[in-house]
């Protein structure tokens, strides 16, 4: 048996969310599905130091304020969870979970989205099932060889499973940082970058961010000259535990290894240093499940798919907004999106 309705929406975290929410406030009929077993998105997978960028005021989904966090200037992961299971009940979301998507397929004037229990027939559908589902991992000599352990950042917790060891954290990114700063007391770290590290100004969080990615989508779209972005204020924002480990001296970057043997990394100059575990912080790829173009990108314009004008993407960066893929970002692309969408059904 198939269900109908206006609007599948693929993924129930913050995308997910501040998308339902437009749809709703538009009289829309809609679904969101969502594999996790519970409300929180990636969030509730976070290590548990993860903290947010920006104060709590300035994280917030569209129609609710996040509540600050007794104690904390920028709130942890738990927090965030809390927030995004309120939300979703304040405004009475119909979010189905857990249902994974297995496939979205054009089926004349519908798009049919096949679940693991049961298919759905919609109008329109919105993918937002964000990235950290999809951990990119750099192929470097060795790799298989290595017999210690070796992780993603998605894998990642806490330092106590790491205590007394020989650690090397690779990226030079916020996970990076956040987990070196992590692991930089308790266990023999080496942080590799394959550049070095370039730390924001300590005055800047998300907020800053966020700003700064708007002002250089608002000039590329008018002709302007490109602003660079995020991208020309540095890589890692200097949260309070990255800015206390940076000042105390136990974040220094060393270049990027070579290659990796059973049980060493070693560097081009021949210099090695026996480990015994490998994290890499070296990013996600967005993974979209719905009709996928060459080489599994889809041409967009705004959120909207070039080749499919009843399929939105959404929270997957500046891909699909800017600062899509954070709390305070999301919301403007998910209010475009559903005005889109809405125009399009009537």
Not at 99 to 110: A, E, I, L, Q, Y
Not at 208 to 229: N, S, V, Y
Not at 333 to 340: K, N
Request: aromatic content about 8%.
């Amino acid at each position: 048996m198939t269900a109908t309705t206006d609007v599948v929406v693929i993924g129930g975290g913050q995308a997910g969310l501040a998308a339902g929410y437009h749809l709703r406030r538009l009289g829309l009929d809609f679904v969101v599905l969502d594999a996790q077993s519970r409300a929180g998105g990636a969030w509730q997978h976070g290590w548990d130091s993860l903290r947010l960028f920006s104060p709590a005021a300035y994280s917030s989904l569209p129609g609710r304020l996040m509540p600050p966090q007794t104690g904390q200037e920028y709130p942890d992961a738990d927090h965030v969870v809390d927030y995004l299971t309120d939300y979703e009940h304040r405004h009475d979301l119909p979010v189905h979970r857990p249902v994974r998507v297995n496939t979205v397929r054009r089926d004349g004037t519908w798009l049919r989205v096949e679940t693991d229990s049961g298919a759905w027939s919609a109008r329109a559908v919105v993918s937002a099932t964000g990235t950290w589902w999809r951990p990119f991992l750099p192929a470097v000599p060795g790799m298989n060889a290595f017999t210690g352990r070796q992780l993603h950042t998605a894998g990642y917790r806490s330092p106590a499973d790491f205590a007394g060891q020989r650690v090397v954290v690779v990226g030079g990114g916020n996970s990076g940082a956040q987990i070196a700063a992590d692991l930089a007391h308790n266990t023999e770290l080496t942080w590799v970058t394959s550049r070095p590290p370039r730390f924001l100004a300590d005055d800047i969080d998300g907020r800053a961010l966020f700003d700064t990615a708007t002002a250089r989508r608002r000039a590329l779209d008018e002709g302007r000259t490109d602003t660079g972005g995020v991208a020309s204020l540095g890589d890692i924002v200097a949260v309070p535990p990255v800015r206390e480990a940076r000042d105390a001296g136990l974040l220094k970057a060393q270049p990027m290894f070579a290659r990796l043997t059973s049980d060493s990394a070693e560097w081009s100059d021949g210099t090695r240093a026996r480990i015994d575990t490998v994290i890499w912080c070296t990013g996600f790829r967005p993974a979209p499940l719905v009709l996928r173009g060459p080489r599994g990108h889809i041409p967009t314009n705004g959120t909207r798919a070039v080749g499919e004008p009843r399929l939105h993407l959404l929270g997957y960066g500046d891909w699909t907004g800017p600062a899509s893929a954070t709390l305070i970002g999301v919301g403007r692309p998910a209010r475009d999106a559903a005005r889109e969408i809405a125009a399009l059904l009537r």
